[in-house]
């Protein structure tokens, strides 16, 4: 029973295209967010949502929307992918803002 | 603002040996500190985490980790390496409440390839 799960689990899409990856939760928990972990593995915050509430927005280009229609799912759409945009984006959720958060498995997006 | 910082990109022991992965921390206010594994090709799991309770937080598969505040540490510790052991591993802190905000933003060492040899 998967807690936190994201599709597709891969995306390989071209340059200028535009794309969705969904995420959805069943642990009842109020926040969710989305990070970027990039080829060196670093792990970065782009957004967070509270209550579908954005709280988060870390200077991500605007082609980045994310939406959330309610509280279980978090969605995020991506316009006019770029070459930088290829990495692994990690859907996560939380009881409230500041506990532990749970991850999904990942999506590995790559724009060729 | 908060960082952090893993000292060792790799870390590599012997099966049964000690394992001691380095983090060390900076925030303006009290952290949430957290240790994630992450295996390949999949998302992280959380190892344990530090809430301002107990300074000596024990977590999954044997792992346990201390806060220390007068080093800005949290190292993550482990008395006999196994095999299944090998991934990489994360530091992360929250800040917690800030000027009564909440931010729920974790932010992220740049993480500790852990090989364990038979």
């Known amino acids: 029973d998967t807690a936190v799960s994201q599709t597709p689990k891969y995306l390989v899409t071209q340059m200028g295209n535009d794309k969705s990856i969904k995420c959805e939760q069943n642990?009842?928990?109020?926040?969710m967010y989305w990070y970027k972990q990039d080829s060196k593995k670093f792990l970065k915050i782009m957004f967070s949502y509270n209550n579908k509430e954005l709280i988060i927005n870390e200077t991500v280009p605007n082609r980045f929307s994310p939406k959330s229609p309610d509280k279980a799912h978090l969605n995020l759409h991506i316009n006019s992918l770029e070459l930088g945009d290829s990495a692994v984006y990690f859907c996560?959720?939380?009881?409230?803002?500041?506990?532990?958060?749970?991850f999904g498995q990942g999506t590995r997006l790559t724009v060729v | 603002a908060q960082s952090v910082t893993q000292l060792g990109s790799h870390v590599s022991v012997s099966e049964g040996a000690l394992v001691l992965l380095r983090c060390n921390y900076s925030?303006?206010?009290?952290?949430?500190l957290f240790w994630y594994v992450q295996y390949p090709n999949q998302g992280l799991q959380l190892l344990l985490k530090?809430?301002?309770?107990?300074?000596l937080v024990k977590g999954i598969n044997g792992f346990e980790a201390e806060f220390k505040k007068s080093e800005t540490s949290f190292h993550l510790t482990k008395p006999s390496a196994h095999m299944s052991d090998a991934a990489e591993y994360f530091c992360a802190v929250n800040p917690g409440v800030i000027g009564g905000t909440s931010y729920g933003k974790l932010t992220f060492g740049q993480g500790t390839i852990l090989t364990v040899h038979p």
């Open positions: 996560a959720s939380s009881q409230v803002l500041n506990t532990e958060a749970f």
């Open positions: 642990l009842g928990h109020d926040t």
């Open positions: 530090y809430t301002s309770a107990a300074t």
């Open positions: 925030s303006s206010v009290p952290p949430y």
